[in-house]
């Protein structure tokens, strides 16, 4: 089984739709989740950093971290074409950092 | 320049060369990695060095050879490659090492092997 689990995609939206997009994880060391989002031919930028569950919002994003159930999630509101990118999941415990395999998302104008 | 700057942008190589990829970081960190990235894998962490000193070396094959002559900069030494070495190879850095730290990564340099 995979330390962190999240699926491919691709996850195809029209403009002004919400998105969600998730992972989930199997070890329960896991303390700090982070969400990155890597346009084409770019380095992944950190878009999201949370501690321990609960919510965080910054503008259109939401970040969720259900530890109980070892699920994050990332939601976009109000979806643009310019959100098209592929968004790494992240997450640190014990001094080790592990990503999942990125899920790419489409905004279709 | 701001941030994490990593050149080539892109590299093709045979088999045989030696080839440098650079790294440098604006952010005043302590910490920098080297990470490859390959299509539908998560990202591999190869090296890791604090405060210039490597701290991690996750198994790399000896053909990788990582440099930090100071906290500011990062090399990968590349020479007698395979082609399943062809990826993405990023530089990211942190203010340290510690786990509540979070990494800022460069654009990276498309590596080809021929």
């Known amino acids: 089984q995979k330390e962190v689990e999240q699926d491919p995609g691709p996850l195809s939206v029209p403009e002004g739709a919400i998105v969600s997009l998730n992972c989930t994880y199997s070890n329960s060391a896991f303390q700090y989740f982070m969400w990155y989002r890597q346009y084409s031919r770019k380095g992944p930028e950190l878009l999201m950093y949370t501690y321990s569950s609960g919510n965080k919002e910054d503008g259109r994003f939401t970040a969720q971290v259900d530890k109980s159930s070892k699920y994050i999630s990332l939601f976009i509101r109000d979806s643009q074409p310019s959100d098209s990118a592929t968004y790494l999941c992240a997450m640190t415990g014990f001094q080790k950092l592990v990503f999942g395999t990125g899920t790419r998302l489409l905004v279709s104008p | 320049e701001t941030g994490v700057t990593q050149t080539p942008r892109h590299l093709v190589m045979g088999m045989t060369n030696k080839k440098s990829l650079k790294c440098e970081q604006h952010?005043?960190?302590?910490?920098m990695y080297w990470y490859k990235q390959s299509a539908k894998k998560p990202l591999e962490l190869m090296f890791v060095y604090s405060l210039e000193e490597r701290v991690e070396n996750n198994s790399v094959p000896s053909r990788f050879s990582p440099e930090c002559p100071n906290s500011s900069h990062l090399f990968l030494h590349l020479h007698t490659l395979q082609p399943e070495d062809s990826a993405l190879y990023l530089c990211?850095?942190?203010?340290?090492?510690?786990?509540?730290?979070?990494?800022?990564f460069g654009d990276g340099t498309r590596l080809s092997i021929l």
């Open positions: 990211a850095s942190s203010q340290d090492t510690r786990e509540n730290q979070p990494q800022h």
């Open positions: 952010l005043g960190h302590n910490a």
